[in-house]
C-alpha cells in the first residue's frame, strides 16, 4: 500500500478537463468543454433547448486540470484558465460577439491557476485575475484590462501576498461579492463563515466573516464549488452561490456593506435582514464534486463530469432565494471529448474528496474518504523536520498523521497546538506529552485537575514545555489552558469524555466527543507532530487470565511501534507483570529501570519481583539511551521506570498489601475467571481496602516521574541539538503570528486599514528598585526597570499579538522636542518598543509637551515609596482629531480607555455609535471611570463593551443609582423574577462563583445596563465573568451560563446570558509582576472580538496571555 500510494501521488493525471459552463453579459448560457461548445440560450428556453454550435478555431484543448470559465461583463468575453495541461497559467479567451477564440500568453505565473474548479475570480470591473495556486506560492493576480483578443507580447502575472489562513491541503474555493473574494471551506473557520480578501485594498482581512443562515442551518467549513450572482449592467454582485463537497445544501451568501443603497435591476433594494446572511436552496442533484456552476441574476446552473446540465431557472428574486425553488435537467446533455476518460459521476460524488473536501465532508457528517494522491501530500506538506523530531506539524497546518509518517491521512483542520508548544517544537527546545485519561477517568475531581497543573509546573520548572493532549468538540488539542483543563476535569453532565486510544481516534472525533487520551493514544497523537517524550502514571499491561480473555493492553503493542521516550512507575501490580514484560520484549522495546538496581517497579512499590532487561543509573545515561534508540536507522522506543520514591515505599506496601488481597479475593470469588471483569473489580476493591490513600501515592508518583523524565527529555534535547551543530533554542516564548516576520512596526505606506483602533495612554514606565537602605540627600545602589506601559498601549499589544500584522492602531500622543520638529527621548524609546510588539506607529500624535512617563521607587522588599507620574500629553487629543481618524480607518471595533477627556470619550461613543460600530472601554481607574458617565448618559446603550474590575463596578453602579435616570423601566422589561434569582442562586453556589453573589455583582452589572451594552468584568484570582444579550440561548456545556429569555421590551425574544471563567492557577512564587494582566486579559478579548470565533477559545486564549503576564515583568508579555 506504501508503494502503491507513493506512486499514485507522482503519476500524472489521465483524465481530460471537465467541463464548465458561463452566461454571457445577456445571460444567455454557453457550454464549454465537451466534444462541441454551445450556446444554450436564456432560461426560457432551457425546457426546450436549442443548443447554437461555437466556432472550433484557436479553441483551447481542455487537457488541464481544474478548468474554469469566468464571464467579462464589460468585454463580453469569456475567459478560461486551466484548459492547456501543457500551459497551466495561460488565458484562452473566447470573444462572445465576434465568435472566435484567442490565447494570451503570460509570464511570472505561478505553476498552476490553482486546484479546484473555483479557485480563480475575475474582479467585475478591472477584469483582474485573483488565483491562489498552492501553499508555496500564495494569492496572484493578472490584470487582463480591457483584452478581448490576443495582446501583444505577454501580460505579467503579480504575487499579491501570502493569505493569512493555511493554505496546505486547502480546495479553495472562492468567489467574488462586493469587490471582496470570500474563501470558503478554509480548514478550522467556524460554519457559516468565510474568509475576505479585498481587492481594491489588496489585503486579507485577518478573520473570518460569519453569514448566519436565515431559516435554516449555516453552511459547513468545507471545500466544495462557488460562484457569483452576475448582475447585469456590469454592476457589483452582491451574493454566491457555494456548493460544499458535503451537498448538504445549495447556499446563497449575501455579502454587503452598504445597506439600502444599492437597487438591483428590479429596483428592489436589499432587505437589511439579509445583509451578510445566507439562504437556502436543495442541494445539487448530481452530487458530483468536480461539477461547475454558474449563476445569473436569477439562475444558477450545475454541468458534472458527464455533460449533464441541471438548473433552477428563477432561484432568486429581488435578492431572495425563492419558495419551493427545485432542479431539474435539462433534455440537452454536452457529449464528453472524443478519446476523452471522463471519470464517472460515482467516481466524483460525495463519498471521496481530497484534501479539505474530505474533511468537510467527515465534519458535517457525510461519507468522505481522502485520496490516496491527497494522503501523499498531506504527509510530505504537514511534516516540518525540527532538531529532535522527524515531523513536525503545525497548528495551521491541516491535520495530523496517524502512523506512518510516509503515508499519514491528516484529520484535517482538526488540530490545535499552543502557541507555547509550537514554539517548542519549531526551536527544538525540549517538549514533554501528558495524557489526559488520569484527568477524565483517573482521579476524582478536584484531585485530577490540581495534579495536571502540578505536572505542568513540573515540566516548566526544569526548562522544558508541557504539551498536554485531549480530544474536545471534534479536535485533537496538544497543549490545554486551564479552563479547558478545568473542563474536562469538571465536565458539565451533557459533555462527559471517553476514554482514546488509537482505536477510538477516527470515532471519537467524527462525534465530537470530547476525550481523555491514553498511553497508547497519547503516543500517537504526540509521536505524529514530533513530540517524543512523555510522561505518565504507569503503563497497562497483560491482565490476569489473558491466556483465556487475551485481555492484553494496547499501550504495549503502541510501544512497539510508535518511536520515543515514555516514562512511568512499572505497571500496577494487579496486573501479570511477568507476561507484561514478555509482550514488550517481542515488541522490541528498551525497558529499563531508572535506579540502583533493576527491579521494574509495580506504581505502589519500588519492586515487582521481576527484573528489568536494563538499568540507567543516571540521567546522563537514560538520555544518552532513549536518544540513541531514537536515532537509530529503525527507531524504537525506550520505556524508562521510574520507582516510587522510597519516603512513600511504607504507605505503598501497606497499598500492595491491599493489592495482593483483592488478587486473592478475586480468585476466592472465581472472579479470576471473569475476564475484562476482572481489572475493574481489582481496582474498586483495592480503593474500598486503603480507603483512598491510594489516591495520595498515585499523585505522588506521577509527579517523581514528571521530575526524572522531564531532566531526561531536556538532555536528549541537547544531545539533538549538539549532533546537529544547531544552538541552544531560547526560552521558549509565543511564537509570533505568521504575519509578522521580524519584532518591528509595519510600514505605514503598506498598512491596510486598521481591524481595531485603541484610543488612550501610551507610556514609559521606569521602576526603580533599592537593593539596601535608601540613604536621604545621595543615590542608593538598585536597578532600574524600563518597560512600555499605558493601558491603551497594553491593550493594543495584547490584542495585535493575538492578530495579523498591523490590524491594531494605537491612537495616543507622544511629545515633541523644544523645537517642535522631532519626538522627544522617550517618544523615541516608546515607538521602538511598538515596533517590538509588532505595532504600527501610524497613530501616534506628535503634540507639545512631555511623553508620558510613570517613575516609581520600590523598597527592597517591593513595597512602593513614592513616584512621579507625567502622564498628561494623551488629554491633548481633541474631539476632531479622534473622530477623523475614526471615520477614516472605519475599523471593526474601536477600544478606548479613560485616560482620555470627557468630551472626546462622548465624541468616541457617538461616532462609533453613528458609524454602526461596536465600541469596548476600559475604565482605567476607579476616579477616571467618572469621565466615561456623561457619554453613558447622554447616549445609553452605545457603549457595547465595558470592561471593569469589581471596583469599578461598584463605583459605576453607585452612580447610576444615585442618579435621577437610573433606567429602571429597562431593567423591568428584561423581566428577571424569581427563576432568574434561583438560576443565579444554583449558578453562585460553587466555591469559586460565591462571591458573584455575595459581592452583588450579577446584581449590579443588571442595574447598569440601561447605560451599558455588556460587562466583562475582572475579578483577578477570581476569574473573568462575561454579562450580554444574545440572539439565541447558548448551548449546554462550557462555560457553564445562567441564561434567561427577555419577555418584553426593547430586546424581547433575546437572551440574558451570565457566563463566568476561572482565572489561571498561578503560585504565588511563580508570578513577578501584576502589573499589566488586566490590560493584557482585555487586550486578548479585543482580538477574540474582532476575530468572530467561539467566545470559549478567544477567552481561553486570553486568560492563558494573563498567566504569561503575570509570570513577566513586563506589563504585556
Not at 657 to 672: F, H, K, L, M, W
Request: proline share 7%; aromatic share 6%.
Amino acid at each position: 500500500m506504501v508503494a502503491f500510494f507513493a506512486l499514485a501521488a507522482l503519476l500524472p493525471a489521465l483524465v481530460a478537463a471537465v467541463p464548465c459552463v458561463q452566461f454571457d453579459a445577456q445571460f444567455n448560457l454557453y457550454a464549454f468543454g465537451g466534444e462541441q461548445d454551445v450556446n444554450l440560450g436564456p432560461s426560457s428556453s432551457w425546457s426546450s433547448p436549442s443548443p447554437k454550435p461555437l466556432s472550433t478555431v484557436g479553441r483551447p484543448p481542455f487537457s488541464g486540470a481544474n478548468l474554469q470559465c469566468l464571464l467579462s461583463q464589460s468585454n463580453n468575453a469569456v475567459y478560461v484558465i486551466g484548459a492547456d495541461a501543457a500551459d497551466a497559467t495561460s488565458v484562452y479567451i473566447y470573444d462572445i460577439a465576434g465568435d472566435k477564440w484567442s490565447k494570451q500568453t503570460t509570464s511570472g505565473g505561478p505553476t498552476s491557476t490553482g486546484n479546484s474548479r473555483s479557485a480563480a475570480v475575475l474582479d467585475h470591473d478591472t477584469n483582474v485575475l485573483f488565483t491562489i495556486p498552492s501553499a508555496s506560492e500564495g494569492a496572484y493576480s493578472l490584470d487582463l484590462g480591457l483584452i478581448t483578443n490576443t495582446a501583444a507580447g505577454t501580460a505579467a502575472w503579480s504575487n499579491v501576498g501570502t493569505p493569512p489562513f493555511p493554505l496546505t491541503d486547502y480546495k479553495v474555493t472562492a468567489a467574488l461579492a462586493s469587490n471582496h473574494i470570500l474563501y470558503f471551506g478554509v480548514p478550522s473557520t467556524p460554519a457559516g463563515s468565510a474568509n475576505v480578501f479585498v481587492i481594491h485594498y489588496s489585503y486579507f482581512q485577518p478573520q473570518a466573516q460569519a453569514y448566519p443562515a436565515v431559516g435554516g442551518s449555516n453552511f459547513p467549513d468545507s471545500a466544495g464549488q462557488a460562484t457569483s450572482f452576475l448582475v447585469q449592467n456590469n454592476t457589483v454582485p452582491y451574493q454566491v452561490l457555494y456548493v460544499p463537497n458535503d451537498f448538504s445544501n445549495s447556499y446563497v451568501v449575501t455579502h454587503y456593506t452598504d445597506p439600502g443603497s444599492y437597487n438591483i435591476t428590479t429596483g428592489s433594494p436589499m432587505p437589511t435582514s439579509l445583509i451578510n446572511s445566507t439562504q437556502i436552496l436543495p442541494p445539487p442533484t448530481s452530487k458530483d464534486t468536480n461539477a461547475a456552476y454558474a449563476a445569473s441574476d436569477s439562475s444558477v446552473v450545475q454541468i458534472d463530469t458527464q455533460g449533464n446540465i441541471y438548473y433552477i431557472a428563477n432561484a432568486v428574486s429581488n435578492w431572495q432565494v425563492a419558495s419551493g425553488a427545485s432542479w431539474s435537467k435539462l433534455s440537452y446533455s454536452l457529449k464528453p471529448a472524443t478519446g476523452t476518460a471522463a471519470p464517472t459521476a460515482s467516481q466524483t460524488s460525495a463519498g471521496s474528496a481530497s484534501g479539505s473536501g474530505a474533511a468537510g465532508a467527515s465534519k458535517t457528517g457525510a461519507k468522505g474518504e481522502a485520496s490516496s494522491s491527497g494522503a501523499a501530500a498531506t504527509s510530505s506538506s504537514t511534516a516540518k523536520p525540527s532538531a529532535a523530531a522527524p515531523a513536525l506539524a503545525r497548528k495551521d497546518i491541516l491535520g495530523f498523521a496517524l502512523g506512518c509518517a510516509a503515508v499519514a491521512a491528516a484529520i484535517n483542520g482538526r488540530l490545535v497546538v499552543t502557541d507555547e508548544v509550537e514554539h517548542a517544537l519549531e526551536t527544538g527546545a525540549p517538549v514533554v506529552a501528558l495524557e489526559t485519561a488520569i484527568v477524565t477517568h483517573g482521579m476524582p475531581y478536584p484531585a485530577n485537575l490540581t495534579t495536571a497543573l502540578s505536572l505542568e509546573r513540573i515540566i516548566r520548572s526544569h526548562g522544558a514545555v508541557p504539551a498536554t493532549i485531549a480530544l474536545r468538540d471534534g479536535r485533537v488539542h496538544i497543549g490545554l489552558s486551564q479552563l479547558e483543563l478545568d473542563s474536562l476535569a469538571n465536565p458539565d453532565p451533557s459533555r462527559q469524555a471517553v476514554k482514546v486510544s488509537r482505536r477510538d481516534l477516527a470515532p471519537a472525533l467524527a462525534l465530537r466527543r470530547d476525550g481523555g487520551t491514553t498511553v497508547a493514544g497519547t503516543m500517537v497523537i504526540a509521536s505524529s507532530v514530533g513530540i517524543q517524550s512523555f510522561v505518565t502514571g504507569g503503563i497497562g499491561g497483560v491482565h490476569r487470565g489473558a491466556e483465556s480473555s487475551m485481555d492484553i493492553s494496547a499501550d504495549l503493542l503502541e510501544l512497539g511501534r510508535t518511536p520515543m521516550m515514555v516514562v512511568c512507575a512499572g505497571a500496577k501490580s494487579i496486573l501479570d507483570i511477568p507476561r507484561t514484560l514478555e509482550v514488550l520484549e517481542t515488541q522490541g522495546v528498551c525497558v529499563a529501570t531508572f535506579g540502583e538496581t533493576a527491579d521494574f517497579p509495580a506504581f505502589y512499590t519500588p519492586s515487582s519481583g521481576v527484573q528489568s532487561p536494563w538499568r540507567v543509573g543516571s540521567v546522563s545515561d537514560a538520555a544518552a539511551t532513549v536518544y540513541t534508540g531514537l536515532t537509530l536507522p529503525s527507531p524504537t522506543a525506550t520505556l524508562l521506570a521510574v520507582p516510587i520514591p522510597a519516603e512513600y515505599g511504607p504507605r505503598g506496601d501497606k497499598v500492595q498489601a491491599a493489592v495482593e488481597q483483592a488478587v486473592r479475593e478475586s480468585v476466592e470469588q472465581g472472579i479470576d475467571k471473569r475476564g475484562k471483569e476482572v481489572t475493574p473489580w481489582l481496582l474498586k476493591r483495592v480503593g474500598e481496602l486503603t480507603q483512598g490513600s491510594a489516591l495520595e501515592l498515585n499523585v505522588k508518583l506521577i509527579e517523581n516521574n514528571a521530575h526524572i523524565g522531564t531532566q531526561v527529555a531536556v538532555e536528549v534535547a541537547q544531545l539533538a541539538r549538539a549532533a546537529a551543530g544547531a544552538p541552544a533554542p531560547q526560552p521558549a516564548q509565543p511564537a509570533l503570528p505568521s504575519a509578522v516576520a521580524e519584532p518591528a512596526a509595519p510600514t505605514a505606506s503598506h498598512l491596510p486599514p486598521p481591524s481595531v483602533l485603541v484610543v488612550g495612554s501610551a507610556a514609559i514606565d521606569l521602576t526603580s528598585s533599592v537593593s539596601g537602605p535608601l540613604v536621604p540627600g545621595t543615590t542608593t545602589p538598585g536597578t532600574v526597570f524600563v518597560s512600555p506601559g499605558g493601558v491603551g498601549r497594553n491593550i493594543a499589544e495584547a490584542a495585535q499579538a493575538l492578530l495579523p500584522a498591523g490590524e491594531v492602531m494605537l491612537l495616543s500622543a507622544v511629545g515633541t522636542n523644544a523645537s517642535g520638529t522631532d519626538t522627544d527621548a522617550f517618544g523615541d524609546l516608546l515607538k521602538l518598543e511598538l515596533g517590538k510588539g509588532g505595532l504600527r506607529a501610524d497613530g501616534l500624535v506628535p503634540l507639545p509637551g512631555a511623553t508620558s512617563v510613570c517613575n516609581l521607587l520600590l523598597e527592597k522588599d517591593g513595597d512602593l515609596v513614592g513616584g512621579v507620574a507625567d502622564m498628561d500629553i494623551v488629554e491633548g487629543l481633541t474631539v476632531e482629531s479622534v473622530t477623523r481618524r475614526l471615520r477614516d480607518t472605519a475599523p471593526k471595533l474601536v477600544v478606548f480607555d479613560c485616560n482620555l477627556r470627557p468630551e472626546v470619550i462622548e465624541a468616541i461613543v457617538a461616532t462609533s455609535a453613528e458609524l454602526g460600530i461596536p465600541t469596548l472601554c476600559d475604565p482605567t481607574s476607579t476616579p477616571k471611570l467618572n469621565r466615561l458617565l456623561p457619554a453613558l448618559r447622554a447616549h445609553p446603550r452605545a457603549l457595547t463593551h465595558l470592561s471593569p474590575n469589581q471596583l469599578e463596578l461598584d463605583h459605576l453602579y453607585a452612580a447610576i443609582s444615585e442618579s435621577d435616570d437610573n433606567g429602571w423601566e429597562f431593567v423591568n422589561s428584561i423581566g428577571l423574577g424569581p427563576d432568574w434569582r434561583a438560576g443565579l442562586e444554583a449558578f453562585s453556589n460553587r466555591k469559586h462563583r460565591d462571591w458573584i453573589r455575595n459581592h452583588g455583582v450579577a446584581t449590579k452589572m443588571v442595574a447598569c445596563l440601561p447605560f451599558v451594552g455588556g460587562f466583562w468584568v475582572k475579578a483577578g484570582a477570581a476569574g473573568l465573568v462575561h454579562l450580554r444579550f444574545e440572539a439565541s440561548r447558548p448551548r449546554e456545556g462550557w462555560p457553564e451560563s445562567l441564561a434567561h429569555k427577555v419577555p418584553s421590551g426593547p430586546l424581547e425574544g433575546q437572551w440574558l446570558v451570565l457566563s463566568h471563567y476561572p482565572a489561571p492557577v498561578i503560585t504565588p512564587e511563580e508570578i513577578v509582576s501584576t502589573t499589566g494582566a488586566g490590560d493584557t486579559l482585555v487586550g486578548g478579548l479585543v482580538a477574540g472580538l474582532v476575530g468572530g470565533g467561539p467566545e470559549i477559545d478567544f477567552v481561553s486564549s486570553a486568560l492563558e496571555r494573563v498567566g504569561r503576564s503575570l509570570r513577566s515583568r513586563r506589563a504585556v508579555a
